[in-house]
């Protein structure tokens, strides 16, 4: 009975502390300019359990974080490292990256921490390496049973921040014959969460000879891909 206690009483400081943690961390967050005098920005791939290749694409996101540097005048650190959902050390980066082709699970913390790291300021990016979908929309509805994820329209800015795409979403692998789509998770006006389906931006930023895309193809990907980052750290809200 003790041991349950103490057990309970652990579970109840460990979620007061990241709801304090999360309460300043979204006041530092700061999604405010790209300017370059503002010091380093930082990326993170996220881990998670069940399976799935949480891994892939391993020169994508340091690509995504040079073409930014280089096209955008950002100074994004590209020594990304990897952080797991469920660990506080999330709250360091207000970009996170999360792609795969397959199982995702969430236990009930990693959900919450998922949660309250979202809500205190952060960012999820979720591309779909194929075989992720029926996994990630029943996982992200442990972290926001309220929600659901929707289509956002092509006039919508992250489709037009640096880059224009007028038809949303580029197509960069042809997997089962479906146009690409834009899903968001918007909480209280926010955009917390985007999601690429049957686009495989993650691919498209990897180093050409992995996946021999066209130069074209590549080009489009990154572009993309800057424009979620711009649209982050520029602070645009819905």
Known sequence: MTFKINKTLRRIADFTFLFVLASLTSLTFGFTSLDKDDGSFKI????????????????????LAKFCNTLLNTNIDTDIPNV?????????????????????????????????YLIAGGFLHISDNYGMDKFIR???????????FIELPFDHEIYHQTFNFKKGLPKIHEHDK????GFGLIYEG???????????????WEDAEVHNDSKEAR???????ANIVEYVFNGVRD
């Open 138 to 148: 029943s996982e992200m509805k442990k972290v926001f049973p309220e929600l659901e």
């Open 178 to 181: 479906k146009a690409p789509q």
């Open 44 to 63: 993170a791939v996220l881990k998670y359990n069940g399976g799935g290749d949480w891994y892939s694409n391993p020169t994508s996101v340091p690509n």
């Open 219 to 225: 080009e489009k990907a990154l572009q993309m891909g």
């Open 84 to 116: 797991d959902v469920g660990s506080i050390e999330i709250f360091n980066y207000p970009f996170v990256h999360m792609t795969g082709h397959g199982n995702v699970v969430f236990n009930n913390g990693e959900a919450q921490n998922l949660r309250t």
């Open 190 to 204: 926010r955009l917390v969460c985007f999601y690429d389906y049957e686009c495989d931006l993650g691919d498209g």
